[in-house]
């Protein structure tokens, strides 16, 4: 079943609504200054529904009308359960007029209208809120930003914030650098336990600050839950930038630090097309899944060859190693992952702060490994002569 809702040609459906409404004056007025929803299912129409809105945090539906060969098949609680979902995070109360639902009274409550007013059945939108896909949700941005360099405080908060705004109160979270687990429910429902594993991956800071201005856009009620998925989804696919681009950027960060570091300008120039290269090798390592540890062992080899290779180009003058090296590095050192680090031990998150802080030393282990490899290559096997 697939619902949308119609903001063009709304006047093609009034002949249908009248058969919940014969006033068709009315209906049009309504049509102005409400929403019309569409229930459709294998491209036929099922069921259709206006909704109106006050100013204290209320809607109402005028009119809901299932065509006939298709009542009792459950459409026109579906569209309700809909309703009550996609406008819950702007509304509180959903009303319908007990005038118009005298012949559909068990239906209404059958869908959670109380019949307490002396006008209104209503219905408390958080109600129709199902837990699972709450917690799915929070669970789905909470991977997103772990993914992605959000800090483990920042995942915590986000996912925190989306069950509460969604009416699931009772929440417990555990994060580490490369897991999710989350138990949460309401007072009407049993808890509800999810736990996800995320393995440790490159960084998107671009994903990690959509998800956080999406989590509060949800923590100020302008985004229901059907929306909030949609841009998840959106946000995932979110690209990176020009492999062009960021090779060329890797070059000249490591130019520019290995400047900024102690090395001379030569030996920065020499540093950007050491970057370049260290830098497409990972690209082309991360593509075909080639392991971490030969990632960075490889790109130290590299390093270190292109810097003894520049050191003996007459043409570049007297270059010391170090300060090509201390440049060519730097598109491969974790300085994200080693500040989260950081930032998860100051917040006394030692075991997320270990794991992460143990993950960026082991990758200058690897580097020094592959520079010393190739230094002893050059100096013991080579005699020093390339």
């Known amino acids: ?29 309504l049509l102005e200054k409400g929403e019309l929803f569409l229930l459709e299912e294998h491209g036929k129409l099922r069921t259709l529904c206006i909704v109106i809105f006050s100013e204290e945090k209320k809607c109402e ?35 319908m ?14 869908c959670g209208f109380s019949d307490e007013d002396e006008k209104y059945l209503k219905k408390e939108l958080m109600s129709e809120i199902d837990t699972k896909r709450v917690i799915n949700l929070a669970m789905e941005a909470g991977r997103m930003l772990l993914k992605n360099g959000g800090e483990i405080f920042r995942v915590e908060e986000t996912m925190m914030r989306i069950c509460h705004r969604f009416g699931v109160k009772y929440v417990d979270l555990f994060t580490l650098s490369h897991g999710l687990f989350i138990c949460a429910g309401t007072d009407k429902e049993k808890l509800y336990t999810k736990v996800k594993q995320v393995p440790l991956s490159s960084t998107h800071l671009g994903i990690v600050a959509e998800v956080n201005d999406l989590s509060r ?3 100020a009620g302008h985004v ?35 400047y900024l570091l102690g090395g001379t300008p030569m030996e920065a120039f020499v540093a950007i097309f050491v970057g370049c290269a260290v830098f497409a090798w990972s690209l082309f390592a991360g593509k075909h899944g080639i392991s971490k540890i030969l990632v ?6 590299i390093i270190a060859s292109m810097a003894l290779a520049a050191m003996q180009i007459p043409a570049f003058g007297n270059l010391r190693m170090e300060g090509i090296v201390t440049g060519g590095i730097m598109p491969l050192v974790p300085g994200l992952a080693f500040v989260n680090a950081i930032r998860d031990l100051a917040d006394s998150d030692y075991l997320a702060g270990t794991v992460k802080m143990i993950d960026a030393v082991m990758v200058f282990v690897y580097i020094a490994i592959g520079v010393g490899a190739a230094l002893t290559v050059y100096h013991h096997v080579l005699g020093g002569v390339l």
């Open 1 to 29: 079943m697939n619902i949308r809702q119609v903001t063009d040609g709304k006047e093609d459906y009034i002949e249908l609504l009248r058969a919940g409404d014969p006033d068709e004056s009315r209906i049009r007025k």
């Open 61 to 95: 539906i005028k009119n809901i009308v299932t065509i006939k060969k298709d009542q009792g098949k459950g459409y026109g609680r579906y569209m309700i359960h809909y309703i009550c979902e996609h406008y819950c995070a702007q509304y509180d109360w959903v009303y």
């Open 97 to 110: 007029k007990k005038e118009r639902c005298l012949d559909i009274m068990e239906f209404c409550e059958k």
């Open 217 to 219: 856009e949800i923590a």
């Open 224 to 258: 229901g839950i059907e929306e909030a998925w949609k841009k998840l989804k959106q946000i995932n696919k979110m690209p990176t930038k020009r492999i062009s681009y960021q090779i060329a950027a890797a070059g000249l960060s490591a130019g520019g630090l290995g």
């Open 296 to 301: 960075h062992i490889v790109g130290g080899i």
